[in-house]
């Protein structure tokens, strides 16, 4: 098989393409042959020899990637045949090894890909589409709402506002630079706006008003002035920073204002009913039914550098994806 790895942390064309033998599967596994593989900032955050959030550094040469969708093409030991040419898609845990051609998982992991649903989508539910649904759940937005979503242009940011949409919300969507601002308007939001302008803050007040609740991905001085924007009693919802640095909260910000500020990631995601994998089922689920439509970006297997470099660039839009030859 073929299969992308890492011999030396370092940058994206440390990534290298190599040829390695077959999968075989071990009792209760089966061998999935890989479609698509999922990709994310953790990854990159791996590929540099640093940690990725509780995933230490990885040992070296390895694969990356943690989610991949394909067909069932092997059982190991113990596992019922009839799983033999389904349509799967896995988290693949604390272990790595997406980046490839064939994976190897727990029968366990597996949740069934409907037909037509394609493999992208999948990866986008079962990584990117649990973090969103856990956000949602642990805050949910409502008809009286007044939402701003400032990473709307990143897989994750382009599923809270569909979610907040959905519940009947006013949303703002937000994103950094033209191209990014542009894909917003296929999500039907009551207002876009571009972050990198310096009159984004105002163009909020002035159309929108007071805010009610904040998705916030960024952090760093976009959160911050997201923060500002929250009306007294105001929700904001952490789940990341791209920016660099988590959005910066005072105790005048919750005693003075009455702001609610908390995190969405790790144990409060992991005490949701099913825990981290109940939430991937319901994702697909809500891909499945038709209640999200996941954006992605897609690249060649053999093309993971670039897709690392797009990544880290903020070029790639939605969820990146890569694409094993069939």
Known sequence: MKAIRLHVFGPPSHLVLDELPDLAPAAGQVRIEVHASGVHLLDVSLRRGEAGGPLPPPELPTIPGREVAGVVDAVGEGVD???LGERVVAHLGMVPGGYAEQAVTAVANLLLVPDHVTFP?????VGTGRTALGVVELEPPGATDTVLVPSAAGGLGWLLVQSARAAGARVVAAAGGPERVEVLGKLGA???VDY???DWVDR????VGALSLVYDGVGGAVGRSALELLGPGGRLVMFGFSAGAPTEVTTADLV??????????????????GGIPGLAERALARVAAGEWEPLTTTYP????ARAHD???????LGKVVLLAAR
Not at 301 to 304: E, G, K, M, N
Request: glycine share 10%.
């Open 81 to 83: 045949e009839r799983w």
């Open 121 to 125: 989508d999948a990866v986008a539910a």
């Open 190 to 192: 009551d207002l876009v």
């Open 196 to 198: 990198s302008a310096p």
């Open 204 to 207: 909020v007040r002035v159309e």
């Open 256 to 273: 003075g204002r009455g702001i609610t500020a908390g995190w969405s990631l790790g144990p409060r995601m992991q005490a949701l009913p």
């Open 301 to 304: 297997l053999a093309d993971a």
């Open 310 to 316: 797009d990544l880290e660039g903020r070029r790639a």
